[in-house]
């Protein structure tokens, strides 16, 4: 039995990890990897997977939003990948799904596939389809509150305004009262704090990792250990900023080592 897997997630290291750790099963075949919805809607009904791990907050749609807009019949399997709080898990518990939910360690991930292998053996796809369908439809008609997160930086620059959208912006550093804010080679001055700046910046994207430091997860290239248990981050720019004690538990616990 070979199950044609799919990856969706708008974070490369947690697609990474995903693949790293499918390779330990025999009966996946990896079919690819999407970072975004549009892709995994074309790449869902174009390579007709058996099983998707799919994330539900991307930057261009939701997961359920890729659910809804897909063509393939049967739909897939859905394992989703979860940042979502307790209060919107019991959707999922409701409706019996299995969820990963980050940072999630080996031994779940491996329990969550081993379910969906047993679930294939017995081929019993016609419950699956219903409860996917009602569980969109509870999420879309669901009044569960969730933080809003902002999604563009006001900037002001002389007697102007203007916006940076947050899932651009590559790294923030402290100078004084002011944050720098880099983006695409480009830095921006916004007199406001870390400690302020973090609580309106999406949790799952972007992290504290110094009290003068805030970087976008996606934007991580690799991290560099050194003898003395230090970390340091390499950037897609090749940036390197140092990971303070104080952060990095939180830091490592969010990228799933």
Not at 86 to 103: G, I, M, T, V
Not at 168 to 179: L, P, Q, R, V
Not at 188 to 206: A, D, G, V
């Amino acid at each position: 039995m070979v199950i044609k897997t799919l990856i969706i997630d708008d974070e490369a290291l947690a697609r990474l990890r995903l693949k790293n750790l499918l390779k330990e099963v025999n009966e996946i075949e990896i079919l690819g990897e999407c970072s975004n919805g549009k892709d995994a809607i074309n790449k869902i009904d174009e390579l007709q997977p058996n099983l998707i791990f799919l994330d539900i907050q991307m930057t261009d749609m939701t997961g359920f939003d890729v659910l809804e807009k897909i063509s393939l019949n049967p739909k897939p399997i859905v394992i989703f990948v979860t940042a979502y709080n307790e209060h919107a898990l019991k959707a999922f518990d409701y409706f019996a799904f299995d969820y990963l939910l980050k940072p999630y360690k080996d031994d779940r991930f491996f329990k969550s596939v081993n379910n969906i292998l047993k679930y294939i053996d017995n081929k019993d796809y016609k419950p699956f389809e219903d409860k996917l369908e009602n569980l969109v439809k509870y999420i879309k008609t669901s009044e569960t509150s969730t933080k809003n997160y902002s999604e563009k930086l006001p900037i002001k620059l002389g007697n102007k305004v203007f916006f940076i959208k947050s899932n651009e912006i590559k790294y923030i550093i402290a100078s004084g009262y002011y944050a720098e804010i880099f983006n695409n080679e480009k830095k921006y001055l916004l007199r406001e704090s870390l400690s302020n700046l973090i609580e309106t910046l999406h949790p799952q994207k972007f992290i504290r990792i110094h009290r003068s430091t805030i970087i976008n997860l996606n934007e991580v290239a690799e991290l560099i250990h050194s003898n003395y248990g230090e970390i340091d981050v390499k950037m897609t720019d090749s940036k390197l900023f140092r990971i303070s004690k104080s952060y990095k538990k939180d830091f490592l616990t969010k990228m799933g080592l």
